[in-house]
């Protein structure tokens, strides 16, 4: 057992220790849960010395039998491209328990039970070396992120969690069909072997059956992103979602599409990627402009936001597919970003919604007067979403832009463009709920933010800083991994790949 | 091995097996009753262990028996969880009338 | 090593401290370290250009890795040049002074601390944009600046009209930023780096492009920028609204230090400019187009920081005019010279709206210079001096710009010559109407305060001042309503820097600052001075001043007569040509009502979220027909079990039994 198994292990122990936890006990579970939370985040830090000392090669690495026929390993490993995001997820989730602190009161045990079997579901999506493996954990994280919201959501949550959950096992079907084929063919789901017989030629694909396997996983990944135009899951999700679901979902969840993309599908079918990089892009930019522009026009905060995503996430898609290091090397910033402000900004909206029990924008106005460290926090996580320099999202969006210009000054022009719009629906929101004068029941109700509630979000903001200034903590690991991932990438199938613009 | 006593012919075994499953059957079928459906079902697992003996018995090997001792312990675990549901139905819904036990319909 | 770090963090510092801990500290407090960091700031800059000062070369300092990926390398590097050493003593200079104007203005504000906690975090940002040695950097001050002056145009934030200032003012400029990031990537794709001096070094090995190349996508994309953050036509919309900041923001921002930033780019890009004439030309076209729209817009507007407002728009064309023809240091020059008189007109429309309590109409105003002569003694300076009066600051920067467009285009030229003298008359007008004649503050019915502009948006009034039914920067005080109709004079800490800017404003043109930045731009052609360009000048400048002196102070009924003769044409230009509208109506409506009914109704919820419903409900309908089997009847599924047991035995039996 090393420390990335510890951390599978311990989350898991956890939510069968909540699940355990006698009636009696239940109104102490949230302390439980967070101490033991905040316990798997401080260990999880000591992921970061080996794996920084080394970001390109595989650290932690555990390549043992789990079953023997079919050969399914329990392999896992972390490089500097899941490094931050498992981090992300163990940071998230004593936050994500503070901040259902008071508002979770029913099967209060249940609840951080799912939180934590999310967690383990996560943490083996970005960890697994085996297919199979990852497969497994990625339909584990269907099952608790189908409760949070299923039992703890808002009115519609039946509906929106049935989408959620149909969406995105569509997908997911897909990828078991073409990693079954990969087996067929190379008799391993070991992804390193899988990769190496493909690279070397020993397997060889023809470029339309790599084409399909590409699409395969490549659907399953797009509905997570989710990329346009997949994405109409999120909305409903968000909305529906209790605010600690909406973090998670927004903040970790959506990576893990991401993070496949450049995890399996560059590596693996590289040639297919770069075939249809052009239409792919096309995607990414729609769902960037498209994406900003029906925020711009939401009247519900949670909406204007799961949008926001679809369009932040574009960036991320567009990043991938440009096939260079800016790109890609954004791309995965971005990830990150988008997981810090993300959350923070839904985690702001939850606490507008614990005052007030209502999402829509015109419900609210002139909460600056009556709450002025939450408006100043909004306000920074707002300029942080929208991409203001020296805040995270700044770094992230101009590699992803370099990147594109420099495969397709097109792409960044068009991409350029969901930038403008992304100041436009966010300010308008600021604007609406927070600036102006107070209505009566505004100010009746919504109250200043606490000190859990600071405790939950001020890490993030800090973290918005950090991440726009001290790029250095974080870039070169994930340059270093990235590096990998565009060598194993192989040049375009056809003749006529993507054609430079410039 | 001693030689073998005049058998009871294979066929003899199998026919008495194949009455027992098919009361088994069509008991499970007509009677309306939960536990005497439960019975039934006990009586056809019976019907294909002498089977399983018997044929066990023609060819000299074990199997069948191991077979035949899978399905009791299989049974008697059956018979335990099936009676504790069947009690707690009971207790819910005041009736062991399988007709009327019927919410799996949409 | 001079340490130039230290002079962005004083303010940065002052920011903190104002941000974090302003609300419980005194009103002395907030002051003392919002204006004694920018004090810091600026005697940091002074030490350290005299330690390094002839500056022929550039003085960098590098102090770590910003952004690193693959062949991208962006440091954090400040460097000082003679450009830079301009800006940065205009912008410590003029913001320490306003922001001693400022501890006077606002003194009676609430949000006090939060106002000079916005104004130091400009300061910072300015500081970063003048000081960074990189595109990159040069764009964190850049966007930071429009950050504060979302920030500042937004302050009265219960006022739903300043709000929305700031948005306009925040999304104009990102459209602009749009173009200059795009130009960013451009020049990373062309010169792999975005340091000046390499960026320089290399575009100076570039041929001329005569034709629409690389280097004229780059300079046009930089216009794009530069517009948007500079007011250009036609993306100038923002910088009127945004006079619903507090004055002193107005002369900061709006019109001494950040919208000068676009010229300041463009300088800093003329090794790039110079090798795209179409570019070039853009520039110039833009610059005069702006000019020209803006100070005829200037003469139509009542309200005194409107008109200031369309002015500061005027000016900053004529610097693009100028760096479109070539004519760096004359646009940079009268950066600095405008920086002074519009920063000073700006804070003495703030003395004068002080003194009639918050009233902007000039209309209302009238004979001011009995009530507050310091005031208009400051003023005149800046009168004078933005006319063009001969020897005054203005005159020598605006000459200098004038002469070498008329070596680039007599056609130009002329326009300039003409909006010149337009442009003594509006601001000579604002003047008359201000403080000559009689005072029209008691005369004008209570009622007709409302009447005027067109952002009567008022937010509160809910405070209980009966008299203060002008406006919400009425807040004010108790104290002036008691003597409520009488203007009074500003106290000291705001007449003192105008006095300080007044002086500047009259002498500040000596230095020839062209000369002095020649080591820092691109070698220019010299062209011969010829006396008569000179004259003209001074004469349009004068003609200008009188036209006004006669319309508004010998004869006060021609205007009138004149607007109605104009009619049409009159209400188009007093409307601001009605660019506003014709954005909403193109652009701003279209995108909300195609969003909503067709990006979102139509295609997201109707389309998309129709076939994943349609793909639901088609199932669901499959399994109807299925249905009718299950039964939930037990005995039933055992009977349908034995059923299909028998089928299959009787299958393989047909078949031949299992072999």
């Known amino acids: 057992m090393n420390l990335l198994t510890w951390l599978i292990v311990l989350p898991a122990l956890s939510f069968f220790l909540l699940l355990l936890l006698p009636k009696s006990m239940s109104g102490n579970a949230k302390y439980i849960a967070l101490g033991l939370s905040l316990a798997i985040f401080v260990m999880s830090l000591g992921l970061l010395g080996p794996v920084l000392a080394n970001p390109g090669a595989p650290s932690f690495e555990i390549n043992e039998p789990w079953i023997e026929q079919p050969a399914i390993r329990y392999h896992i490993a972390l490089d500097g491209l899941s490094l931050w995001l498992v981090i992300l997820s163990t940071f998230l989730t004593p936050l994500c328990v503070l901040i259902s602190w008071n508002h979770i009161k029913d099967r209060v045990k249940e609840y951080y039970a799912f939180l934590l079997l999310l967690e383990v579901g996560v943490i083996g999506v970005f960890a697994s070396m085996d297919l199979f493996l990852f497969y497994v954990f990625w339909e584990l994280t269907l099952v608790p992120m189908y409760f949070l919201i299923g039992i703890w959501g808002h009115d519609r949550r039946i509906y929106a969690t049935l989408k959620f959950f149909l969406y995105t096992m569509a997908g997911s079907v897909l990828m078991l069909a073409a990693i079954l084929y990969l087996y067929s063919l190379t008799g391993t789901f070991d992804y390193p072997v899988i990769q190496q017989l493909l690279a070397s030629g020993r397997v060889a694909l023809t470029p339309h059956v790599e084409a399909l396997l590409f699409f395969a996983f490549f659907i399953a990944f797009a509905i997570k992103v989710p990329l346009w135009p997949l994405h109409t899951w999120l909305p409903d999700a968000h909305v529906e979602a209790p605010t600690a679901g909406s973090v998670m979902l927004a903040s970790v969840m959506l990576k893990m599409g991401t993070y496949g993309i450049a995890r399996f599908c560059l590596p693996l079918f590289g040639g297919a990627a770069r075939q249809y990089a052009g239409p792919i892009a096309a995607c990414a930019i729609i769902g960037i402009i498209v994406g900003a522009l029906v925020a711009m026009v939401q009247p519900n905060m949670k909406k204007l936001v799961a949008y926001s995503s679809v369009s932040h996430l574009g960036f991320v898609v567009l990043g991938i597919f440009s096939f260079n290091q800016q790109g890609l090397d954004g791309a995965v910033y971005q990830m990150l970003n988008h997981g810090v402000s993300t959350g923070a900004l839904f985690m702001l909206v939850g606490m507008l919604y614990e005052r007030q029990h209502s999402l829509e924008i015109k419900s609210y106005g002139g909460v600056a007067t009556v709450a002025p460290h939450l408006t100043t926090l909004f306000l920074i996580t707002t300029l942080a979403s929208i991409g203001l320099p020296l805040l995270n999202n700044f770094i992230g969006e101009f590699l992803i832009l370099q990147g594109a210009a420099i495969a397709n000054f097109n792409w960044a022009v068009g991409a350029a463009v969901g930038v403008i719009l992304s100041a436009c629906y966010m300010l308008w929101m600021f604007q609406r709920a927070f600036l102006g004068k107070t209505p009566h029941d505004v100010a009746h109700h919504v109250t200043e933010i606490n000190l859990r509630e600071f405790v939950a979000v001020a890490p993030l903001v800090i973290l918005m800083v950090w991440m726009g200034t001290a790029t250095q903590t974080f870039l070169p690991s994930i340059s270093g991994a990235n590096k990998i991932v565009l060598e194993q990438t192989r040049p375009a199938n056809v003749e006529v790949a993507h054609h430079n613009a410039r | ?81 099936g009676l504790a549901i069947i009690l707690t139905v009971y207790k819910n819904r005041n009736t062991l009338m399988a007709d009327d036990i019927d919410s799996l319909k949409l | 090593m001079q340490q130039l770090w230290l002079i962005p963090l004083f ?150 009209s300043a709000s929305t200032a700031g948005n306009k003012a925040f999304i104009v400029n990102r459209v602009g930023d749009f173009g200059f990031s795009l130009a960013m990537f451009l020049i990373v794709i062309q010169f792999k780096t975005l340091t000046f001096q390499d960026v320089m070094k290399q575009a100076a090995q570039v041929p001329v492009e005569h034709a629409v190349g690389m280097m004229t996508v780059i300079c046009l994309l930089l216009l794009v920028g530069a517009a948007g953050k500079s007011a250009q036509v036609p993306l100038h919309v923002w910088l009127p ?49 702006t000019a020209v729209l803006a100070a005829t817009i200037g003469m139509t507007q009542w309200d005194i920081k409107k008109v200031f407002a369309y002015s500061t728009i005027s000016q900053l064309g004529y610097m693009f005019l100028a760096a479109g023809v070539g004519a760096f240091g004359p646009a940079m020059w009268h950066v600095v010279t405008h920086a002074f008189f519009k920063a000073l007109l700006f804070l003495g429309a703030g003395a004068v709206i002080y003194s009639m309590h918050h009233e902007q109409d000039m209309r209302h105003m009238g004979g001011l210079r009995k009530y507050i002569p310091i005031t208009f003694g400051t003023l005149a300076c800046a009168w004078i001096a933005i006319a063009g009066v001969p020897l005054t600051s203005g005159w020598f920067s605006k000459e200098a710009i004038l002469g070498a467009v008329y070596h680039h285009s007599p056609i130009m030229y002329w326009i300039a010559v003409l909006t010149a003298m337009v442009t003594a008359f509006y601001v000579s007008r604002s003047m008359f109407l201000t403080f000559f004649g009689e005072f029209r503050g008691a005369a004008v019915p209570a009622a007709g305060h409302h009447g005027h502009g067109d952002e009567d948006d008022h937010g509160h009034d809910d405070h209980g001042h009966a008299v203060e039914k002008h406006d919400d920067r009425a807040h004010a005080v108790a104290h002036n309503a008691a003597h409520d109709t009488e203007p009074h004079e500003a106290p000291f800490v705001m007449w003192g820097p105008l006095a300080v800017l ?80 014709a954005y909403d109506l193109t652009i701003v409506d279209p995108l909300i009502g195609g969003s909503r009914s067709f990006l979102w109704k139509g295609l997201d919820a109707g389309l998309i979220d129709g076939m994943v419903n349609g793909a639901g409900s088609t199932a669901r309908l499959v399994g109807g027909f299925a249905r009718w089997i299950q039964t939930g009847n037990m005995r039933t599924y055992g009977a349908w079990v034995l059923v299909g047991a028998v089928a299959v035995l009787a299958y393989l039996g047909i078949g031949g039994g299992v072999r």
Not at chain 3, 248 to 257: C, G, N, R
Not at chain 3, 537 to 554: D, E, F, K, Q, R
């Open chain 3, 11 to 160: 303010p940065l510092i002052g920011f903190l401290i104002n941000g974090l801990f302003g609300r419980k500290l005194p009103k002395s407090a907030i002051s003392l370290v919002a204006v004694g960091t920018v004090v810091a700031s600026f005697l940091w800059v002074l030490k350290t250009l005299s330690a390094i000062m002839p500056l022929e070369t550039p003085h960098i300092e590098t102090y770590a890795t910003w952004i690193q990926s693959g062949f991208v390398n962006i440091p954090f590097e400040f460097a000082v040049d003679r450009l830079t050493a301009v800006m940065l003593l205009v912008v410590t200079g003029i913001g320490s002074l306003i922001h001693v104007y400022a501890t006077g203005y606002m003194a009676e504000e609430d949000g006090y601390y939060r106002f000079f906690a916005y104004l130091n975090l400009f300061m910072f940002f300015m500081l970063t944009l003048v000081l960074g040695n990189n595109y990159l950097l040069l764009f964190v001050g850049w966007e930071g600046v429009g950050l504060c002056s979302y920030l500042l145009i937004g302050f009265y934030y219960l006022k739903n």
């Open chain 2, 1 to 81: 091995m001693p030689p073998a006593p005049p058998a009871v012919p294979l066929t003899a075994y199998l026919i008495v097996s194949a009455i027992l499953f098919s009361l088994g059957a069509i008991g499970f079928v007509i009677r309306k009753n939960v536990i005497t459906m439960f019975m039934c079902i006990e009586l056809m697992l019976n019907a294909i262990n002498l089977s399983f003996v018997a044929f066990s018995y023609k060819h000299g090997t074990v199997d069948g028996h191991l077979f035949t001792f899978f399905v009791m312990v299989v049974a008697a675990a059956e018979a335990a969880v």
């Open chain 3, 502 to 581: 007044a002086a500047l404003s009259i002498v500040g043109g000596f230095f020839d600052l062209p000369h002095f930045l020649e080591p820092a731009l691109p070698p220019a052609e010299h062209v011969a001075h010829e006396a008569w360009l000179e004259i003209v000048g001074s004469a349009a400048g004068i003609l200008g001043i009188v036209i006004a002196h006669i319309m508004y102070v010998a004869k006060p009924e021609m205007p009138d007569a004149l607007t109605a003769k104009l009619g049409g044409l009159y209400r188009l230009v007093y409307d601001k040509y009605r660019v506003d509208e």
């Open chain 3, 241 to 289: 609204d945004a006079m619903e900041g507090p004055t002193p923001v107005s002369a900061l921002i709006h019109a001494a230090t950040m919208v000068t930033a676009g010229v300041y780019m463009t300088c800093r890009s003329a090794t790039i400019f110079l090798k795209a004439p179409i570019a070039m030309e853009a520039v110039a076209i833009v610059g005069l187009i």
